[in-house]
């Protein structure tokens, strides 16, 4: 259980000066790394500055682009580079690595990226992907990782969004309330982050609304998730640059200050917790990153970004964040939903359901442009924004 943190030395210390995206497309046609460096050079425009004053890389060590070949691309002269763990649920680890690189001096303009074929190449969702082909129909399944380790793909567990469907059903039992209530409270929020995309022109479903009859029509994925309820499958690359909180304030006009940032691994790996991401130890890990940010409580947050792999994963979010009472989110949402008038505005770009899969980065991307007032579906008079990736990294962003 995390103790009472003091609070970190980098906290508006650094800040977000620049942000880029590709298009976000079903098929791209391009490279990893094409896609990659178009996102890092729309960032540094957008921070007007120049490639070169670049000196620092972290990355996702699941970005098939390598730090190196990015420098060597742009011409870049690194002082600094990292790599954190896996994918989605470190989106907000790399830019804590970043700030903290930032403030201890290694480095003094760092960009963080992620770009990927998530249509067109590896695609996170399906099943075979961690199981080693031995031949002959035969696969090898090894290691702690659920699903598709050792323990776990024998008995046919084998997708992110099976583990996420036994969330679903362990979620609406111990909140004692029947699938059906839960499929309610999961369509408003497939619906609401639709509505957002609808307004968003990066978003690839931005120009098909859906309504309460076409969720129920959506076929059964992992029962009881169907079709609305999972995140899409896209090509794009998304990046941001910081430096620090000074240098930032003279070159842009609306720099985003990093408060705070956390991460945390579990023994279980990524998908299968011992306690569900809205359980006793995800809430205090939230508490100790608002205590961080010299006090903050979930009231202070005016917009979220909360990892939406699935719809089941914002619901419980919400309650893991401190936004609703255990067990209650299903119910404060169906009632009020998810848009700027709802519980609290989440995902305003469309999020990974409806605008894009670019493994949470867009989430950051879009919670800068909300404190910038740039985004689509702006909240009125937003001074704070939460990133979540299910309690396993987060972030708070701040004008």
């Known amino acids: 259980m995390p103790s009472d943190p003091q609070a970190p030395g980098f906290a508006r ?101 992620r770009a990927l074929n998530g249509r067109t190449g590896a695609r996170y969702g399906r099943a075979e992907r961690s199981l080693e082909d031995e031949g002959n129909g035969v696969f090898r399944a090894g290691g702690l990782r ?23 059903r362990r979620y609406a039992h111990e909140s004692g309330i029947g699938i059906d209530v839960l499929s309610s409270a999961l369509a408003r929020i497939a619906i609401d982050q639709r509505d957002y995309a609808t307004r968003n022109p990066a978003a690839v479903m931005g120009a098909k609304p859906l309504d309460l009859a076409t969720y129920q029509a959506g076929r059964m994925l992992a029962d009881p998730l169907r079709l609305h309820d999972f995140c899409l499958e896209t090509d794009g690359a998304a990046a941001l ?91 404060a949402v169906i009632e009020r939903g998810i848009g700027v008038d709802g519980v609290l505005p989440v995902n305003t770009s469309g999020g990974q359901l409806s605008e894009a899969y670019v493994h949470g980065m867009n989430l950051v991307l879009e919670a800068v442009k909300q404190l910038r007032g740039t985004a689509t579906t702006p909240v009125p008079g937003a001074q704070t924004a939460l990133v979540g990736a299910a309690g396993a990294s987060s972030l708070v962003l701040a004008r």
């Open 13 to 113: 210390r650094t800040a977000i000066v620049g942000i880029g995206q590709t298009g976000y497309l079903r098929k791209s046609d391009r490279e990893e790394g094409d896609l990659a460096l178009e996102a890092v050079r729309r960032a540094a425009a957008d921070a007007g500055i120049e490639l070169a004053e670049i000196d620092g890389i972290v990355r996702y060590s699941q970005d098939r682009v390598h730090e190196a070949d990015l420098a060597g691309s742009l011409g870049l002269s690194l002082r600094y580079h990292g790599q954190v763990g896996f994918g989605g649920q470190s989106v907000c680890a790399v830019i804590g690595q970043a700030a903290a690189a930032i403030h201890a001096g290694l480095a003094r303009v760092v960009v963080c990226y």
């Open 146 to 168: 659920v699903p598709s380790g050792a323990l776990s793909a024998p008995y046919g567990l084998l997708a992110p969004g099976q583990v996420m469907a036994l969330w679903a």
């Open 241 to 331: 640059i910081l430096c620090d909180s000074e240098r930032a304030r003279s070159i842009s006009p609306h720099p985003v200050y990093v408060e705070g940032a956390t991460q945390a691994l579990y023994a279980e790996a990524m998908e299968v917790y011992s306690e569900l991401i809205n359980g006793p130890d995800h809430r205090a890990r939230a508490r100790a990153l608002f205590a961080a940010c010299g006090g903050r409580t979930a009231r202070d947050i005016d917009v979220a970004m909360l990892y939406d792999a699935t719809t089941i994963m914002v619901l419980m979010q919400l309650e893991g964040y401190g936004f609703a009472l255990p067990g209650r989110a299903w119910e």
